[in-house]
């Protein structure tokens, strides 16, 4: 499936819309043999292990480093990202919600030469640790189409608009912060000095310098991820992406994504705090 962006947090589409279709539509869930089989085509199973490469940006939120809490730090990562564990997130979520049909639309893209090809250079780019590195890469390749009036940096956008990047990403910082911090208040972590509505308030104050950090990324992202495809291919990509049916699946596939990253990151917040005293926030 498509990159998603590693920013200083990322996760969270609201499911509750899916809720809503799961109760009105008596769609035939995937049986769990044909999710495994979509995961892997898709390349989602190694989506949901590279979650675990943004447990850093929670130390972050609280004026501290992952380095702060020395190898105890790297024991919580890896037992609260497991990664059987996150794989049966999502097929407990995605065998209530994922019909037959979806299903099949997106698994029969990603079964075809290009589809495989992509889902190739996508799971390189999910499990690139060195954001720096590949954000710098791909600046550099756009800074290079842009000096040569290449209409690859108009694919590149209109890919990125298929998969909605800014909206679903904006929406997905502002949650998942708004339940680290609430969980990491919970738990003593940290004295919360504002009320849920206040901080997210602020946090939506934040969203227009937000939605222009995230467009940049999302686009050096593409950049970088999709260089070794020509620009037919990418345009046959961002056409895949914009059929009604995939446009269902890629909505259900960032839910489910955010809302185990969100899930994750409070169990984080409560695990903290037997590693770290309370502080002020």
């Known amino acids: 499936m498509r990159a998603f962006i590693r920013a200083p947090l990322m996760a969270f589409t609201l499911l509750c819309l899916f809720a809503l279709q799961i109760q009105t539509q008596p ?4 049986n769990i043999e044909r999710l495994e089989a979509f995961l892997e085509v898709t390349g989602f199973d190694v989506a949901l292990e590279s979650i675990r490469l943004s447990a850093d940006s929670a130390p972050r939120m609280l004026g501290l480093e992952a380095e ?3 190898s105890e730090w790297s024991r919580l990562v890896r037992e609260v990202f497991e990664t059987e564990l996150m794989h049966d997130m999502a097929l407990d979520i995605l065998g209530k919600a994922l019909d037959d049909d979806l299903l099949t639309h997106a698994a029969d893209f990603y079964a ?15 499990m690139k640790e060195d954001d720096d590195l590949k954000s710098e890469s791909g600046l550099a390749i756009i800074d ?4 040569i009036g290449s209409p690859r940096v108009d694919l590149l956008n209109r890919l990125n608009a298929a998969s ?28 919360l000095r504002m009320d849920e509505p206040d901080l997210r308030e602020a946090l939506r104050s934040q969203e227009r310098d937000m939605r222009a ?3 940049a990324n999302a686009l050096a ?10 620009d037919d291919e990418v345009a046959a990509y961002a ?3 914009a059929h009604p049916k995939m446009q269902k699946v890629y909505a259900l596939m960032n839910a489910v994504q955010y809302e185990i990253m969100a899930n994750r990151f409070e169990r984080v917040a409560e695990r903290l705090s037997a590693m770290q005293p309370s502080q002020d926030l």
Do not use: C
Not at 221 to 230: D, G, K, L, V
């Open 27 to 30: 769609a035939r869930a995937a």
């Open 68 to 70: 702060d809490f020395g």
């Open 112 to 126: 075809t030469d290009l589809g495989q090809r992509l889902v190739v250079a996508e799971n390189a780019s999910h």
């Open 144 to 147: 290079g189409l842009v000096r």
């Open 164 to 191: 909605d990047v800014e909206d679903s990403s904006i929406k997905s910082i502002q949650e998942v912060q708004v339940r680290f911090l609430m969980a990491a208040a919970a738990a003593g972590v940290i004295e």
């Open 213 to 215: 950090s995230i467009k």
């Open 221 to 230: 992202n593409a950049a970088y991820t999709y260089q070794a495809f020509s």
């Open 239 to 241: 056409d895949a992406l």
